[in-house]
């Protein structure tokens, strides 16, 4: 006999757009006989029991994964901090205000950090909730969605710092009649408000979610105690149970419409970072592409300077006719005619001048602004100061009879292949004269380059392939619970002690176990490239212990800057100054004059055996190998010496390539 013909049941719910089920069994108490089944019944609505095989063990091990996601964030920042490289936004000044770009990578690993800590501390509860019992789940509404607001910012942070990776995108506009939503100001108000706002949509139903759950448990657990010692059922005890069931469903209803939400705005975090992804994939490969061939390039530049030349033409022809038409339609020969209104003469905009032309060449330089305010240059990848570089005025700026910037026009023409010269070539060449310099410090400068290129290219795929796809899942995790939440919370089980509650407890073991291990599984492969990148140049100094001297010119004084540069690339350029060097020299480390900062170009031989320490940096100057090189034709200065208890040798150096070592022995 039904428990509708035995007692007055209250009158359920009406059945919405997110009911699922037959409306027979739809908020429908079972067909229950004893009152220890209507007790089991209620207690099944908040602890739930998981019944899937084997959950709690992958809950367990999920959280031990996550851990050591973790721990591989905390080797990423600590890594940074040592190398003073650690940020997670930088300020580019522009004319029309200051832009604040994010560090893609770095802001994406702290935020997935911090996401991994709350989702270890929610399968622990979980744990304690529905297995061991110890906590009450009062507020696992909140936990239940708000769980997630991290990913809302990481991916967002994430996908502007990898607009904002390529240098166009902070090419400063002249036109001072710039769009309100072009300028610095709106982005940074994007985002910030974006994900703000985002997450607000998310924390305002929860909250009001949660308020619901915690009366209705508060009325669950005042209904055990009231029941506790009932051995039949009656009309009370029935419609109590139904009013605690009806209470949790308002709960779930929020809960179900609060993940439809999440859906949405995970869909578009995805189709948003897949976008700017692609966008600086394909620039990176366009460029890898035309480094195969220089010629192809040149063509590509000079098609782009022939349209800005054009654009410029049309805009001095527009300029030209506007002012015509302005002096022919003087008030005078127009006699009574009415006047333009004020208001079209203001929407006018005419640019006043063309955009300047920017020259392959000029991306080997720094300007003259950025020399005096010290401001980043985005020429180069990633954006650096000035400052970060060492600046020698000693350097000639002749090479061979040539002028240096015509040798520059050479080397973007040619590609750098003219470093590959024949040995008896590059004896003839004046050891006072710097060689041919590439900015990629290595014996072949083109081709390093172009590797250190595909290297950021394949870091980029991989952190593509796996981030989006996260999104992707995740979105449909959230697809799966705003489309069976409310519905399945509707329909019970059954009357069996051992399977009872509704059939909500299983989407909710299901799903979380999948977002466990989309966490894991994509974690691994996004965490790994970074850090992988993150530490290669410590795996590399492992087996390499000569460091490189890179060379670049500024545009300013027709000199080289030399920074120490990581053979693989770096971020992180160490600055230090001459006076720096000098102090050093204290200790016997340096052979180098405050007022001597010339370098000389070594023969390539091996290193000394009877060397202690062969391959150690050091600044050399000239003087101090007159006595050693048979192509220095400086006369040794008596004030310049070795380093205390050492000697300097051409052994101890070599140059490969055009690339300089300076190098010392102690």
């Known amino acids: 006999m039904s428990l509708s013909s035995r007692f007055e049941l209250l009158p359920r719910p009406p059945r919405s757009r997110l009911s699922l089920g037959s409306e027979e069994t739809r908020a429908m108490l079972p067909d229950f006989v004893e009152a220890q089944q209507l007790r089991q ?66 802001i994406f690993s702290v935020v997935e950090g911090f996401f991994g800590i709350l989702f270890i501390t929610f399968q622990w509860l979980v744990c304690d909730f529905y297995q061991h019992k110890n906590m009450r789940p009062t507020n696992f509404c909140l936990w239940y969605l708000l769980l997630w607001i991290p990913l809302i910012f990481a991916p967002i942070w994430a996908a502007k710092g990898t607009y904002f990776a390529l240098p166009s995108s902070l090419e400063p506009l002249d036109n001072p009649n710039q769009r309100w939503y072009l300028r610095p100001a709106f982005f940074n108000f994007l985002g910030l408000a974006v994900p703000t706002s985002l997450a607000i949509s998310i924390f305002v139903p929860a909250i009001v979610a949660n308020d619901f759950y915690r009366t209705a448990y508060h009325e669950q657990l005042s209904y055990l105690e009231t029941y506790a010692t009932a051995t039949q059922l009656s009309q009370d005890m029935v419609q109590d149970a139904q009013r605690v069931w009806y209470d949790v469903l308002k709960a779930i209803r929020i809960v179900n419409i609060t993940f439809i939400l999440w859906t949405f705005w995970a869909l578009c975090m995805c189709l948003s970072y897949s976008y700017v992804s692609w966008r600086l994939i394909s620039a990176i490969s366009n460029q890898l592409k035309a ?111 040539k002028d240096l910037e015509e040798r520059m026009d050479e080397e973007v023409e040619s590609g750098g292949h003219h470093h590959q010269q024949p040995q008896e070539q590059e004896q003839e060449q004046s050891p006072q004269s710097p060689r041919d310099v590439s900015f990629v410090s290595t014996s072949n400068p083109p081709t390093t380059k172009r590797s250190e290129l595909r290297g950021a290219y394949i870091h980029l795929w991989i952190q593509f392939a796996a981030i989006s796809p996260a999104c992707f899942l995740f979105a449909l995790a959230a697809c799966s619970l705003g489309a069976g939440s409310y519905g399945l919370y509707e329909q019970p089980k059954g009357t069996d002690l051992n399977d009872m509650g509704v059939k909500f407890e299983r989407l909710f073991i299901c799903e979380l176990i999948a977002k466990i291990w989309i966490t894991c599984v994509f974690g691994t492969v996004t965490l790994t490239a970074i850090v992988v990148k993150t530490y290669e140049h410590a795996f590399v100094n ?54 001597d900062s010339d370098l000389v170009p070594l023969k390539e031989v091996a290193e000394s055996p009877s060397s202690p320490t062969a391959g150690q940096p050091v600044f050399s100057t000239p003087s101090m190998l007159s006595s050693q090189s048979p192509r220095a034709s400086k006369p040794s200065s008596p004030d310049i010496r070795a380093p205390a208890g050492g000697h300097v040798n051409e052994s101890a150096a070599r140059n490969q390539g055009g690339v300089w070592y300076r190098l010392w022995e102690p």
């Not at 800057?561 to 000098?582: C, Y």
């Open 542 to 595: 492992l087996t390499i212990k000569v460091p490189v001297v890179g060379l670049a010119p500024t545009r300013k004084s027709n000199t080289f800057s030399p920074a120490v540069i990581n053979p693989t690339g770096s971020s992180f350029f160490e600055t230090r100054t001459r006076d720096d060097r000098t102090a050093d020299n204290k200790g016997g480390r340096y052979a180098l004059r405050k007022q």
């Open 41 to 106: 019944f209620v207690e099944r609505l908040f602890i739930y029991k998981l019944d899937v095989p084997g959950s709690y063990v992958q809950i367990k091990l999920g959280a031990c994964i996550i851990a050591l996601l973790v721990a591989v964030v905390s080797l990423i920042s600590l890594r940074r901090v040592f190398l003073r490289s650690f940020w997670l936004f930088r300020l580019v000044k522009r004319p029309s205000g200051t832009l604040v770009v994010p560090n893609s990578v770095l």
């Open 291 to 401: 480094s195969k061939d220089p010629m192809s390039s040149a063509r590509q530049w000079q098609q782009e300077q022939e349209q800005q030349k054009q654009i410029g033409r049309a805009q001095s022809q527009t300029s030209n006719s506007i002012s015509s038409a302005g002096a022919s339609d003087s008030p005078g020969m127009l006699g009574n005619a009415p006047l333009p209104q004020p208001s079209s003469l203001q929407k006018l905009k005419v640019p006043v001048r063309s955009k300047k032309v920017r020259t392959p060449k000029d991306n080997f330089y720094f300007t003259e602004a950025e020399m005096e305010n010290d401001t980043l240059s985005t020429s180069f990848f990633p954006p650096v100061r000035p400052s970060r570089f060492f600046h020698t005025d000693r350097m000639g700026d002749k090479r061979g009879g």
